[in-house]
């Protein structure tokens, strides 16, 4: 992986690391436990919650990519692209744009 100068230039390469259809969902279904768990503290005021966030995000996509995209993910060099990477794709698989 090369230096990117724009997310734009980056998420094409972010796509093209997740071929894998089992590796999207896995990230959908990650993605998506953010959400609630966000929505959980909240809702309830527990902020203690939180910490469940990144746990659930990054476990589901790490498993995807460990053992069904046979890949290293981009979060480890490029953490911040990949994570709007990650709602930029949850948001087109929502959409219809990316299958999932």
């Known amino acids: 992986m090369s230096g990117f100068s724009s997310f734009s230039e980056f998420y094409p390469f972010y796509l093209g690391e997740h071929r894998n259809r089992t590796c999207r ?12 768990v966000v929505l959980l503290a909240l809702w309830s005021g527990e902020w203690r919650w939180l910490w ?38 949850y948001g087109q698989m929502l959409s ?4 999932f």
């Open 25 to 36: 969902r896995l990230h959908f279904v990650g993605s998506s436990l953010v959400l609630g």
């Open 52 to 89: 469940l966030a990144p746990v659930a995000g990054y476990g589901f996509a790490w498993i995807g990519h460990y053992g069904f995209e046979k890949n290293r993910p981009a979060t480890f060099r490029h953490p911040l692209y990949s994570l709007l990477g990650d709602w930029v794709m």
């Open 96 to 99: 219809g744009k990316i299958r």
